[in-house]
C-alpha cells in the first residue's frame, strides 16, 4: 500500500491493483461503471416522473487516476491521452447511461474542453465557474447552457461574498461574473449574445444553514424570477422593491399557513 497525496487530498493506492480514493471513482474498472448504472436505474425508479438526471461531475480529483493501474490500462486500450481526456471519456459514458434510460442528463462545466467532443451536445450543462470550460466554449460546442454565475447568484454564509436583489437585478441570464480570482470572468465578466442555448439561470447555495439561507433564497428568488422573465429590465429599482415586498408577503401567508 502506497500512500499519496494529491492537490491536498490523500489517497492509498494498491499497487498492482487499483486506486482506493475519496471523492474519485475508477474510471478504468469495467465493476464500477456497472455500479453506476445501478445507482441510476434506482435513482429513475424513485423519481419516475423527472426527465432529468443531475450528474455533477465537477471538482474531480482525477491526478489520481494517473496512480490506478486499471486507469491507465483502460487508457491505453481506448487511446485515451491523459486523465483530462479521460475526464470527459468518463463525463461521455455516464452521460451516455442517463440518455439510455430515456432521461437527460445535467452536469456542471467540470469536465474540461479537452475530449468534451465526445460527449452528446444534447447534456445540459450548469456553467457557474468560468474557469474549468468557458460558457462561449460550451456554446459553440453545441451544448445547452444554465446560467449560475457564482456572482450575483451564489447564497453563502460569507458576509464578504453576499448579494442580494439590486445586484441581481443589474445582471442579466447571458452574464457570468465572479469574484474569485482564477476565474476568467472575474476582471472581465462574460457577456454572450442572446441565444436559445441558454435555457435560464438558477440560485445556488453553498454551505449554508435552513435557517440562514431562506431568507436570502426568498429574497434572490423574485429578483431572480423577475430577470428571467424580463431580460430587458422593465422596472426601477423602486418600482421592483414595491413589488418584491408584496411577494414577498404573500410567500410568508403561505409559509404560514404549512
Not at 128 to 142: M, R
Not at 184 to 212: D, K
Request: charged share 25%; hydrophobic share 40%; with cysteine.
Amino acid at each position: 500500500m502506497v500512500n499519496i497525496k494529491i492537490e491536498g487530498v490523500s489517497y492509498q493506492v494498491e499497487e498492482g491493483l487499483t486506486i482506493s480514493a475519496k471523492n474519485i471513482v475508477c474510471a478504468g474498472k469495467a465493476s464500477a461503471m456497472e455500479g453506476i448504472r445501478t445507482i441510476l436505474a434506482e435513482i429513475c425508479e424513485l423519481f419516475p416522473d423527472s426527465p432529468y438526471i443531475h450528474l455533477g461531475g465537477e471538482e474531480a480529483a482525477i491526478k489520481a487516476w494517473n496512480y490506478c493501474d486499471c486507469c491507465k490500462a483502460y487508457m491505453k486500450e481506448h487511446g485515451i491521452e491523459d486523465e483530462y481526456d479521460l475526464y470527459s471519456e468518463f463525463i461521455a459514458r455516464v452521460t451516455d447511461m442517463v440518455f439510455d434510460l430515456g432521461r437527460t442528463p445535467i452536469v456542471w462545466e467540470g469536465f474540461p474542453k479537452k475530449g468534451s467532443h465526445r460527449i452528446n451536445r444534447n447534456t445540459i450543462v450548469i456553467a457557474w465557474e468560468s474557469h474549468y470550460q468557458l460558457v462561449t466554449d460550451l456554446l459553440e460546442a453545441g451544448f445547452r447552457i444554465i446560467n449560475a454565475s457564482w456572482q450575483p447568484l451564489y447564497i453563502v454564509d460569507n458576509l464578504d461574498l453576499r448579494w442580494g436583489p439590486k445586484e441581481i437585478m443589474e445582471w442579466d441570464v447571458y452574464n457570468w461574473q465572479h469574484w474569485w480570482p482564477e476565474s476568467a470572468a472575474c476582471l472581465n465578466p462574460i457577456h454572450v449574445e442572446p441565444t436559445e442555448q441558454v435555457l435560464g439561470a438558477q440560485l445556488c447555495i453553498w454551505e449554508c444553514t435552513y435557517e440562514r439561507e431562506i431568507s436570502a433564497a426568498i429574497h434572490n428568488a423574485t429578483a431572480l424570477s423577475e430577470r428571467l422573465w424580463t431580460v430587458k429590465r422593465l422596472w426601477d429599482l423602486p418600482t421592483y422593491h414595491e413589488r418584491h415586498h408584496g411577494a414577498i408577503r404573500r410567500i410568508a401567508a403561505l409559509l404560514a399557513e404549512e
